[in-house]
């Protein structure tokens, strides 16, 4: 059984940068079926889709944070990371990792579902 | 980009009763690409529809999924008590996953 967990400070002043690593257990980050995503949530509103990583080196992010975010793989640590530059309280969320199933079908192009999430971590971002 | 809308923000409903949930897209997004997720409080979310109507593993079949083009419906034939929660539709045809805001299906 696929395990996600979540780590990572759970305060972060404004303008530094939040950093949050997942730990996959149960299953290879090289496993080329998944990419590897970061979700977050406001408190009391709705999921926000950060960006992923797949292990073949490909990342797609957020158009509205792509300035701010990189997410790297670890292969060695089957670990995935995600870090957003210059925060402010607007960032204050809980952060949730998780796995994208990579779904193939017939004429068309691949999509990817969240089949296993991590159990969220709450960062805020506060002086 | 497309925009999911969610329809309503709320339900009010009884155990027994049925749901109807609707997801609009502001442009056709093929039904391949149209998931649907559950999510209680204090929770993750989790994966309940995929394929616009394909149950994930374990979903019982009182949840199911249907629409095309623009407009999708995910049902829940009778609520049970742990049904009451928040449920999302996603689009994941594309480089960017979309999700909509949310409708809460609540205990009246």
């Known amino acids: 059984q696929v395990h996600l967990q979540g780590s990572g400070p759970g305060l972060v002043k404004p303008s530094q940068t939040l950093s949050l690593t997942c730990t996959v257990s149960?299953?290879?980050?090289?496993?080329?079926?998944?990419?590897w995503s970061w979700i977050r949530q406001p408190a009391g509103k709705g999921l926000e889709w950060i960006g992923r990583?797949?292990?073949?080196?490909?990342?797609d992010y957020n158009p509205s944070l792509k300035s701010r975010v990189a997410i790297s793989v670890d292969t060695s640590r089957n670990q995935f990371s995600l870090k957003l530059r210059s925060v402010t309280a607007a960032d204050t969320a809980v952060y949730y990792c998780?796995?994208?199933?990579?779904?193939?079908?017939?004429?068309?192009?691949?999509?990817?579902?969240?089949?296993?999430w991590g159990q969220g971590n709450t960062v805020a971002v506060s002086s | 980009e497309i925009v999911l809308t969610q329809s309503p923000g709320t339900l009010s409903l009884s155990p027994g009763e049925r749901a109807i949930l609707s997801c609009r897209a502001s442009?056709?997004?093929?039904?391949?690409?149209l998931a649907w997720y559950q999510q209680k409080p204090g929770q993750a979310p989790s994966l309940l529809v995929y394929g616009a109507s394909r149950r994930a593993t374990g979903i019982p079949d009182r949840f199911s999924g249907s629409g095309s083009g623009t407009d999708f419906t995910l049902t829940i034939s009778r609520l049970e008590p742990e049904d009451f929660a928040v449920y999302y539709c996603q689009q994941s045809g594309s480089s960017f996953q979309a999700f909509g805001q949310g409708t809460t299906v609540e205990m009246k």
């Open positions: 442009q056709s997004v093929s039904s391949s690409y």
């Open positions: 998780a796995r994208e199933l990579v779904l193939l079908w017939f004429g068309e192009s691949p999509s990817a579902v969240m089949d296993v």
């Open positions: 149960g299953d290879s980050i090289n496993n080329g079926n998944y990419y």
């Open positions: 990583m797949h292990t073949s080196g490909t990342t």
